[in-house]
C-alpha cells in the first residue's frame, strides 16, 4: 500500500500535516474529511510535491485571458440542478458538465471544482477558489443550499436570478447598440476627411498664402500628424482607451465613473433603478435563503456596479448592527435609492416579509428599465445630434473663415 505525504487544513484554518498509508487520494481526501479537515497538498513517499493549487494558479493566470459568460453559468446552474434532482452524485454530475461546455477556459474550471470535491472539499469551498468566475452571491447561495440539502433548488433560483440580469444587460446593450453605430460612422468620417479632404485645402492656403485663424491651424495640423503618421495616431488612440479603461479600475478613477454617471440624465435615473432593481432581487434571495440580513447585505453590495450604491449597503449593514432597522440606514441615500424603495423596505419590516416585499420591488424596477431602455435612443439620438452639429460647426467656420478673409481683401 503506497504512503502519501499530505497536508490539510481545518475549515477554522487549522493545518495538519502527516503521512499515511492508504490505497488512493480519494481514501485519504475521505479521511480527512471525517476529521474536518481538507487536502491542500499530496505527494507520494520519494516522488516530488503533487500541489492541489497548481491548478488553481494554471487558473488564476489563464483567467486574464479568458472569461466566463453569464450564459455559460446560466446553463451549468440549470444542468447541474438537473443532474442533482435526478440523483446524480455531484462529482459525475460536474464531469459531464465539463466535457459538455464549449469554453475551454469554463471546462478547466468545472474539472478543478470536480477534482476538489472529490478530494473531500465542500462545492462551496470550491467555487469560493474561482472568484473571478463565481460571484460571492453565487458561493454563498450554493453555501445555503448545501446547509439545508436543497442545493439542486437554490440552483434554480441562482439560474433564474442570473436569466433575468441576462435580460436585463441584453436589453440595456440593445438600447446602446444605435447610438454606438453614430458614434463610429462619425469617428470613420472624421478621419476620412482629417486624410483626405483636408491635406487639398491646406495647399490650397498655402499657395494663397492666407493668414490663417487658429482653429484652422489646429485642424490642419490635426490632419497632418493624421496624414503622415497614421499607424502612430492610431496606437496613441488605443494607448489613450488603454489608459481610461486602467483609469476606471483604480478606486478614484470609478468613482469619478460613477459620480458622473449619477449626475448626467438620463443615465442618472436608468442607474438608480438598475440598482435598485439588483438589490431588491438579490437581497430577497438571501434573506429567502436563510442569510443573516447584515451578511446579505454586504454579499449585495458586491453584486451592485456603482461604487456609491456599494457604500451605501456596506454602511447599512453597519447600521444594522447597531440596532437601526434597514429603512432608516436607507433614509440617508435618498440621492441614491428612489423614495419607493425606503417605503417598501419599511412596509415590508413591519410587516414581516421583507423578501416577498424586495421581490415585488425588483419586478417594478426591473419593468421600469424595460421601459427606460425602449426609448433610451430615441433620448441620446438628439443629444449626439447636437455633439455631431457642434463639431461640424466647429470644423465649417475652421475652414471657411480664411475663404471669407480672402473675399474681404479682394
Not at 487549522?14 to 497538498?41: I, R
Not at 458622473?260 to 442618472?268: D, E, G, M, N, V
Not at 439588483?278 to 442569510?291: D, P, Q, T
Not at 419599511?346 to 431602455?373: K, N, P, Q, R, W
Request: hydrophobic share 50%.
Amino acid at each position: 500500500m503506497p504512503t502519501f505525504i499530505y497536508k490539510a487544513k481545518s475549515a477554522d484554518g487549522k493545518e495538519k500535516s502527516g503521512a499515511a498509508d492508504v490505497s488512493s487520494e480519494h481514501e485519504l481526501a475521505q479521511l480527512l474529511h471525517q476529521e474536518g479537515y481538507f487536502l491542500t497538498e499530496i505527494h507520494l513517499a520519494g516522488e516530488e510535491k503533487k500541489l492541489v493549487s497548481a491548478g488553481r494558479k494554471f487558473l488564476s493566470a489563464w483567467q486574464i485571458f479568458k472569461k466566463v459568460s453569464l450564459a455559460e453559468k446560466l446553463v451549468f446552474s440549470r444542468h447541474l440542478s438537473v443532474m442533482i434532482k435526478s440523483g446524480l452524485a455531484l462529482t459525475r454530475s460536474l464531469e459531464i458538465l465539463s466535457l459538455q461546455t464549449q469554453n475551454s477556459y469554463f471546462r478547466q474550471v468545472i474539472s478543478q471544482i470536480k477534482d476538489d470535491v472529490s478530494r473531500g472539499q465542500t462545492f462551496s469551498d470550491s467555487l469560493a477558489k474561482c472568484p473571478g468566475v463565481f460571484s460571492d452571491f453565487f458561493i454563498s447561495m450554493v453555501k445555503v443550499g448545501e446547509t439545508a440539502g436543497n442545493l439542486d433548488e437554490v440552483l434554480v433560483v441562482l439560474a433564474d436570478q442570473m436569466a433575468k440580469d441576462h435580460e436585463l444587460r441584453s436589453k440595456i446593450r440593445g438600447a446602446m447598440v444605435y447610438p454606438a453605430v453614430i458614434v463610429v460612422v462619425m469617428a470613420v468620417i472624421g478621419v476620412l476627411m482629417m486624410t483626405m479632404v483636408i491635406p487639398k485645402l491646406a495647399a490650397t492656403f498655402s499657395d494663397l498664402n492666407i493668414t490663417l485663424p487658429w482653429t484652422t491651424q489646429i485642424i490642419i495640423g490635426l490632419s497632418n500628424f493624421l496624414s503622415g503618421h497614421f499607424i502612430v495616431g492610431f496606437i496613441l488612440f488605443l494607448m489613450i482607451i488603454f489608459l481610461i479603461r486602467l483609469l476606471l479600475r483604480t478606486n478614484r478613477g470609478k468613482r469619478a465613473f460613477d459620480w458622473t454617471i449619477l449626475k448626467t440624465p438620463p443615465f442618472s435615473g436608468l442607474s438608480r433603478k438598475i440598482n435598485s432593481a439588483y438589490f431588491a432581487r438579490n437581497l430577497s434571495s438571501l434573506i429567502e435563503a436563510g442569510v443573516p440580513i447584515v451578511s446579505a447585505l454586504q454579499i449585495v453590495a458586491k453584486t451592485l456596479s456603482n461604487s456609491f450604491f456599494r457604500e451605501s449597503l456596506f454602511f447599512s449593514a453597519q447600521q444594522i448592527q447597531k440596532g437601526d432597522p434597514l429603512s432608516k440606514a436607507l433614509k440617508e441615500f435618498a440621492h441614491l435609492f428612489p423614495i419607493m424603495v425606503v417605503q417598501m423596505v419599511e412596509v415590508g419590516e413591519t410587516t414581516g416579509t421583507l423578501s416577498g416585499t424586495l421581490t415585488h420591488l425588483a419586478d417594478f424596477y426591473e419593468y421600469e428599465v424595460t421601459d427606460i431602455t425602449k426609448n433610451l435612443s430615441s433620448v441620446i439620438e438628439p443629444i449626439l445630434m447636437v455633439i455631431i452639429g457642434i463639431v461640424v460647426g466647429f470644423f465649417a467656420v475652421s475652414m471657411l473663415q480664411p475663404i471669407y478673409s480672402l473675399m474681404n481683401q479682394i
